[in-house]
């Protein structure tokens, strides 16, 4: 079963072989690195530019205009602040020219903390790319939904952000939820598309036959079903919060954990739904808290369901700090944990009006 | 001579007919800024931006240019100051006064964008945008997909000379010039010596802009930009480089600025800068293929005619506010159907 860096590698093959990608492309992606997180690994048609993030965009902007569908990477996404204004302009390329250009493009890029990355390799992007309008936004928390968003992520006409949460790079898909076609076992998978340590040179995957799987922008996915409240996350946080609802169910608190997967367009109608039934709903992610997605949700919350709610919407994310540090103790205080996201929910689910 | 052919187009006689058909172009666009400008004086217009000065350069370059959609034409990432090319291209006058009054009619961005920011899929004219670098790192991806696609097509992309100071211009030197992909890219420097109101002189240390390309290996020249002849042939001869060698060329065209950076400084006629349409007019005049009776007529000929379009784009509708979620995503893959 893959994980999920196996899984994006397993969609990039696809996308290449079937749905007319034409470069994958950004540091070290092409051989024979194959991508710092591996994955790029054995890709017909992927390349190493410069260290240079705007000719990255940039490039993947013109390349996106002249109609060649391409994926282009950002080591980390610390490193994609320089490239803001080159994003906007995606992002705006079909609205400026009042509909008559797109710019079909994918700007993956691993994100967040949980690697001791330190101040520069720790960074959330999804309240950033959140307020880069134009942009279609996905971010998984499992092999298959980051397989299937991002096959949805290459066919789209628009541009779109991939972001891939570090810390849940490695971890195997949960059983039941593995790629049709993928082989059951980890060190079979791993002999055919892992490259080889050392001289990769004669190195070639072979690939297993997996399929077109588009996993639709704004459709959330309800992880777990619960009556008392309902959580929604998505990426690092997302497996957290799913591990203390399991602990809070020992308790007798139901949790109902949603994971949101893309950011826009959202899947608000389930969250409504979700909300109108238990009235209480705590968000969670890691990116800084101020001006965060989730202060977004949380107005709209009030908006349109303050009738609805037993106890103020919450929020838990990440201290608004400017960096990530590197020590074991400054990440874990800077980043929301399962502990805080345990007390968050217990907390929410008995307050009492 | 013979050793260098792509060169060979540098010293060929320009026909009388295409001398007058440049002449003819550089006058409209010349009297296209100017009422561009009026418009803006007279509140028809939030903004002038455009490059009265640089029509001997702009004209040609707008003529040699293989106009159409996808790569096997040229694609052209411009700047501002590109009007005369985009109607030498053979786009309609009256079509930047609607851009200029933002009107619903604008075909280029619908009234969302600033005069002179044109967009035309159907010619691979990229948007323009107001920041002075973007276009040069985007540049190097439509001349990615027209190096595997084959042919003939090329990538140009213009920028000032004050636009060169941004990193983006070096992004644009290094990805056009990779040994692992060198890209059929034209890139162009129009310099007019200033970046707003900060003359070239006291922050440029290099010589000549267009030695930055030589670091690169790249074919490399600064011409003179005022000087329509010598603009056409150049420009062909680099032209033919870039689009049978597959490789990178790099244009410095110095320029006049004959009405300063934009309406943010007055946008009135300067008197210290050459005038390539009064230069180019005395030669005609010389040469016996036009007389100053048959240029003033032709002037104002089309100074009416842009007043009368004038009138016209003032009656038109502005756009419909509730227009403003209207293509905030795409619904169809349009790059690709091309």
């Given amino acids: 079963m893959s994980n999920m860096v196996q899984a994006i590698r397993m969609a990039l093959h696809v996308a290449e072989e079937r749905h007319g990608v034409t470069d994958i492309f950004g540091e070290d992606v092409g051989p024979p690195l194959g991508g710092a997180f591996t994955a790029t690994q054995g890709l017909r048609t992927a390349w190493n530019s410069p260290l240079d993030e705007r000719g990255i965009v940039g490039a993947s902007i013109g390349l996106g205009l002249a109609g060649c569908r391409n994926v282009a990477e950002i080591q980390f996404c610390d490193y994609a602040f320089n490239t803001i204004d080159l994003l906007k302009l995606a992002g705006m390329m079909h609205w400026s020219s009042n509909g008559d250009w797109n710019c079909p493009m994918t700007i993956m890029t691993p994100v967040g903390s949980g690697i001791r990355g330190s101040i520069y390799h720790s960074h959330s992007f999804d309240a950033t790319a959140t307020h880069i309008p134009g942009f279609k936004i996905a971010m998984p928390s499992t092999p298959r939904d980051a397989y299937g968003l991002l096959l949805s992520c290459i066919v789209d006409p628009n541009p779109c952000f991939f972001l891939v949460p570090k810390a849940l790079m490695r971890v195997r898909a949960a059983p039941g939820e593995e790629i049709e076609g993928e082989p059951g076992d980890d060190k079979t998978l791993s002999k055919l598309i892992d490259a080889p340590l050392g001289d990769r040179t004669a190195w070639k995957p072979q690939w297993p036959d997996t399929p077109d799987l588009f996993i639709p922008f704004g459709e959330a996915r309800t992880v777990r079903a619960g009556r008392d409240l309902t959580v929604v996350s998505y990426g690092r946080t997302l497996p957290l919060c799913a591990k203390a609802a399991d602990a809070l169910a020992a308790e007798g608190i139901e949790s109902e954990v949603i994971d949101l997967r893309s950011l826009h367009p959202y899947d608000w109608a389930r969250i409504e739904e979700s909300v109108k039934r238990t009235g209480r709903v705590l968000y969670v992610n890691e990116d800084t808290e101020v001006t965060n997605f989730g202060e977004h949700l949380i107005r709209r919350t009030t908006d349109e369901l303050f009738y609805s709610l037993l106890a103020p919407p919450r929020l838990l994310a990440g201290a608004f700090v400017p960096g990530i540090g590197l020590a074991d103790s400054l990440e874990m205080a800077s980043v929301p944990q399962l502990p805080q996201i345990t007390e968050s929910m217990r907390s929410l689910a008995r307050m009492e009006p | ?338």
């Fill in chain 2, 1 to 338: 001579m013979s050793l260098r052919p792509v060169r060979a187009a540098q010293d060929a006689e320009l026909s009388t007919e295409l001398l007058l058909q440049m002449h003819g172009l550089m006058v409209k666009a010349r009297v296209l800024e100017e009422r561009l400008i009026q418009m803006y004086k007279q509140g028809d217009g939030y903004f002038w931006i455009g490059g009265p000065g640089e029509e001997a350069f702009n004209v040609p370059l707008g003529m040699l240019i293989n106009k159409g959609k996808g790569p096997q034409y040229d694609y052209c990432h411009f700047h501002y100051r590109n009007s005369a090319t985009l109607l030498a291209m053979g786009a309609e006058p009256i079509d930047s006064l609607r851009l200029m009054k933002n009107t619903a009619t604008d075909p280029y961005t619908g009234g969302r964008n600033f005069v002179g920011h044109y967009s035309i899929r159907e010619w691979n004219v990229v948007p323009i945008s107001s920041p002075i670098e973007v276009q040069y790192p985007m540049a190097p991806g439509t001349a990615i997909a027209q190096k595997r696609a084959g042919g003939r097509g090329i990538t140009i992309v213009t920028g000032g000379d004050a636009g060169t100071a941004e990193g983006d211009f070096a992004t644009c030197l290094i990805w056009s010039s990779r040994p692992a992909n060198p890209l059929p890219v034209l890139i162009i420097v129009t310099n007019n010596k200033w970046g707003i109101s900060t003359h070239y002189q006291g922050q440029h240390g290099e010589r000549r802009i267009s030695d930055r390309g030589k670091a690169f290996g790249i074919e490399s020249k600064t011409i003179d930009g005022n000087d329509p002849e010598v603009s056409y042939r150049e420009i062909a001869a680099a032209m033919e480089y870039v689009r049978s060698e597959r490789k990178p060329f790099l244009m410095e065209a110095l320029v006049s600025r004959l009405h300063g950076h934009s309406s943010a400084s007055g946008a009135n006629r300067v008197n210290d800068e050459a005038d390539c349409l009064q230069g180019f007019e005395k030669r005609l005049e010389e040469r016996g293929l036009l007389t100053r009776a048959q240029m003033d007529e032709l002037r104002a000929r089309l100074s009416a005619e842009l007043q009368a379009a004038h009138r016209r784009v003032k009656e038109e509708p502005q756009p419909d506010p509730k227009s403003i979620f209207d293509h905030v995503f795409a619904e169809k893959d349009l790059v690709r159907e091309a």
